[in-house]
């Protein structure tokens, strides 16, 4: 009956600039990947690492009914996954290495096969076994962010979180990690919540969207639901202070298209 994710009055920020104040979320099933947007500087980032338990908070994230601050951090780091939007130090190991230090540090009583099992079928999902055998400073930004996507999927965690995955990548590298993430969260054992600033990816992918929005003293959740239902210009409006269009393409995918950007006061809105 708990199975999921809560967040109950969650407030984190900085020491003297508070970010986010007393936000609550219904319970997120698993099977569910959900889609964290709004424009820059409305806590997308702090909110996942504080879920994370990598930033200071106040309230509870639950992780179906368990307190996760009350979790020993290796316990926290086999449920939740998290990849921030820093790529991987480009370090002499090669990815295949990288891939099985990730494994190991969050199930350690993995046996050898399984291990070589679960991180060749992560390098397939992702089309990359050609990079198994590549030193991570050999590897663009691109590809060491693709490797980092792989060393939080190998770990097949309770919980991804998810920092704007795709901002490093060219098309066809965005829809892989999408389709990836997608495919791996329908299978119903896996919740999924993902910074994004490209809305129409959200829409394409994700089955709920969170909407936070600028604020005084501190950013808000201005909604949450069904992409389709959340995304109306009315909303585009105030949290991106853009002119914007909802319609939808020859395949009846929904588009967010943004006609023109609209004045906004002169003080900080944060």
Sequence with gaps: MNA?????????????????????LERIAPGTLVALAGPNAVGKSTLLKAIAGLHPVQGRVLLDGIDLARLPPRERLRRVGYLPQALPQASSLVAYEAMLSSLHASRPGLGRSQAEAAIEHTFATLGL???????????????RQMIGLAQVLVRAPRLL?????????DLRWQLLVLQ???ALVAQGQTLALMAVHDLNLALRFCQQVVVLGPGRPHARMLAAGRPAGVLTPELLRAAYGVQARVERCSRGHPLVLADSALAIPDEDPR
């Excluded at 979180?161 to 990548?169: K, Q």
């Design 180 to 182: 990836a993430v997608h």
């Design 4 to 24: 999921g994710l809560m967040l109950q009055q969650i407030s984190t920020g900085y020491a003297r600039r508070p970010v986010l104040h007393d936000l609550s």
């Design 129 to 143: 076994k050609a990079l198994a055998l590549r030193p991570l400073n050999q590897l663009s930004g691109g590809q």
């Design 161 to 169: 979180l998810l920092d704007e995955p795709t901002s490093a990548l």
